[in-house]
C-alpha cells in the first residue's frame, strides 16, 4: 500500500497521559497536514510541514500538542497530558510539489478516558 | 480565517435520483475546492476538486459547479447508487501563506436508497 499510513489505528488512554502518534505520507510528498475530526463535524487543520519546517500552527492547538518531522519524511504528533476533550479522530494528509491535491491516511482513533 | 457552510447536512435519495450538496465559503482569497468522500470508519477520499478559474468540472456522474462571485460551490451526483452513500464533506484551501491548508464544511451524509 502506497498510500499515507498511520500508527496506531485506536488508542486508548488516561486523562493525563502522553500519547505519540505517527504518520508515513506518501514517498516523495513534501508536504504534510495533521487535522482532528470529531463526531459529525468536517477535519480541522493542526499544523502543517513542508520538508521539515514546520510553517503553520493552528491558533486553536494548546500548548500540550508538539508536532515533529525530523527528516522530511515521516512525522509525529504527541499530546501532552491528554484530555477528554482531546478524544477525537487525528487525520494526517500528505500532498506533493505545489499540488493542492491531499491525500489522507486513516486516522488515528484517540480515546481518553 | 475561511469558513465554509456546508448544507444539507442529511440527504437521502433514492437510487437513480440526482443529490446535490452546497457549500459556501467566506474568504475570497481561496481558490481551490475540493469534495472528499468518507465511508464510516474509513479516510477522506479526494472524489473531485476545481480550481477558481473553472466554472464547471464533471467526471463521470459527478460534477462540481464554482460561483467565485457569490462564493459557493455545489456537488453533483447522477443516477446515485448504494454504494454513493458516505458522508461528503466540502473544503476550501486558504491561499494565504501557500500552505494550502483545507478548510472543512461540516459534512452531508448522504444514504441512497435502493
Known amino acids: 500500500d502506497t498510500g499515507v499510513s498511520q500508527d496506531p489505528r485506536h488508542k486508548i488512554t488516561k486523562r493525563g497521559q502522553n500519547v505519540t502518534f505517527r504518520c508515513d505520507p506518501i514517498?516523495?510528498?513534501?508536504?504534510l497536514y495533521w487535522y482532528r475530526q470529531t463526531l459529525g463535524q468536517g477535519p480541522e487543520f493542526l499544523t502543517y510541514?513542508?520538508?521539515?519546517?514546520?510553517?503553520?500552527k493552528s491558533r486553536l492547538l494548546s500548548d500540550r500538542f508538539s508536532a515533529e518531522r525530523p527528516k522530511g519524511s515521516f512525522s509525529t504528533l504527541e499530546i501532552q497530558r491528554t484530555e477528554q476533550g482531546d478524544s477525537a479522530m487525528y487525520l494526517c494528509?500528505?500532498?506533493?510539489?505545489?499540488?493542492?491535491?491531499?491525500?489522507f491516511g486513516p486516522g488515528t482513533r484517540l480515546t481518553v478516558t | 480565517g475561511e469558513n465554509v457552510e456546508q448544507h444539507p447536512s442529511t440527504l437521502s435519495v433514492q437510487e437513480g435520483d440526482s443529490a446535490v450538496i452546497k457549500c459556501t465559503y467566506s474568504?475570497?482569497?481561496?481558490?481551490?475546492f475540493p469534495w472528499y468522500k468518507q465511508e464510516l470508519g474509513k479516510r477522506p477520499q479526494l472524489i473531485i476538486d476545481?480550481?477558481?478559474?473553472?466554472g464547471e468540472k464533471k467526471d463521470q456522474r459527478i460534477a462540481v459547479t464554482l460561483n467565485k462571485t457569490a462564493k459557493h460551490f455545489s456537488l453533483h451526483i447522477t443516477e446515485t447508487q448504494p454504494e454513493d452513500s458516505a458522508v461528503y464533506f466540502c473544503?476550501?484551501?486558504?491561499?494565504?501563506?501557500?500552505?494550502?491548508?483545507?478548510?472543512f464544511g461540516k459534512g452531508t451524509l448522504l444514504t441512497v436508497n435502493p
Open positions: 473544503a476550501a484551501a486558504d491561499s494565504g501563506g501557500s500552505n494550502y491548508k483545507l478548510t
Open positions: 510541514f513542508q520538508n521539515e519546517a514546520q510553517l503553520e
Open positions: 494528509a500528505s500532498s506533493f510539489g505545489n499540488s493542492y491535491e491531499q491525500y
Open positions: 476545481i480550481r477558481s478559474n473553472v
Open positions: 474568504d475570497s482569497a481561496s481558490n481551490y
Open positions: 514517498s516523495e510528498h513534501n508536504r
